[in-house]
């Protein structure tokens, strides 16, 4: 039951990752329902500070509709509310716009339009905001054709003060791992974030190594208790109350505590979203309001993001990195689960054959769904984020082959003293 405990942990860990990371990538858009216009332009309400504007636009015609892209100049007409009139502001975008491309949306069909690159420049003050978009019109009469522009206003929205939780995200985990990262880029030769994110993790994975550490330890002991937890639960298998009290005094006697393994995996998730974020769209020059002063002098521009020549670290890869990322996962797993059974031990499976089987296959099982849950996570987000899990987790994995032997011989002590 403990092993199947141990893998509910790690099933849960994922989603909560998983579902965390959907939930900030894709914030909710208010509802398009269609005006009766050609476009419905469409924002949420309201957005908090340094959140990245977006909006929707809805192409309620029968012919397909192209957005040009103006880059270095931002999307669409964007109009702040100043003195109760509204005034048109605009900004340039000081990346390169190598990568812009036309917006085309098909009939009764929508797209997404943000602020990537112009988000801070733009949005960087509370107040009203609204966007508009403005698409040539061919109009037929009998003096002859005219083209002329039409304007489709999007409602009406607010940019808040960041909450208290917005504030001590940014302030405690995004901007310092941020800064962090531009930092260590910084001072390595070429800019390589590949290396920093390499070096990054192993700092992070170091500063979390005392509390990870008593984990892995703490989960291990309970991998070798389980004979003695079996033994409790068939000696007392129509009493719950003493099965409970039989586990309680065996993991004080052997001082494991089972909530202990949750905690760092928990610690490790901030890091994780904070490094999601920070390769997603914090390396362009929108974000150095962000860089602590010793850094505003460094060029975003200048970080080479291609690790090794073969990892473009701001792009999804489906395939290669995914495997290697699942791969490691399952090695990781597999060590967890391995546990040295005594020749007494032995010679009680053969006896409990049928539960042994069963439960070896529940475990089995999610030793390997777990790894391609990763797998999956890992090909839908940023290269570098996929990076940063793979590094992490070969650093798990030498982890736990010293935690193994550690509790090998502090388990083979016990046992000659028992004798």
Known sequence: MKKKNNILQYVIIFLVVYLTLNFFLKPGQEEASSSGADFDVIAKKEYSMDELISVQIQNNTETDAIIKTECPKEPLTVYSKQKGEWTQIESTKETDCADAVDTTIKPHEKAEVTYQGWNHALF???????????????EIDPAGTEIQMKSYESNEFEIKPQGWFGWLWSAGFYQPIYNALIFITSIIPGNDLGLAIIILTLIIRTLLLIPSHRSIKSQRKIQELQPKLNHIKEKYKDNQEMIAKETMLLWKEHKVNPLSSCLPLFIQLPFLIAIFYVIKGGLNPDNVHLLY??????????????????????????????LIVGGLQFF????????????????????EKQKGTEMEMANNMMIYIMPVMIAVFTASVPSGVGLYWAVSTSY???QQVIVNKQVKSETSSVRVINK
Do not use: H, W
């Not at 990781?332 to 010679?347: F, G, I, N, P, T």
């Open 293 to 322: 002063d010793s850094l505003k002098s460094f060029s975003l521009n200048s970080i080479n993001t291609n690790f090794l020549g073969l990892l473009e670290l701001k792009n999804v890869n489906m395939f290669v990195l995914p």
């Open 124 to 138: 960087g003050e509370t107040g009203t905001y609204k966007i508009a978009l403005e698409i040539q019109s061919t």
């Open 396 to 398: 798990g994995i030498a």
């Open 332 to 351: 990781q797993m597999k060590l967890a689960m391995m546990r040295q059974s005594s020749k007494k031990e032995v010679k009680a499976k053969g006896k």
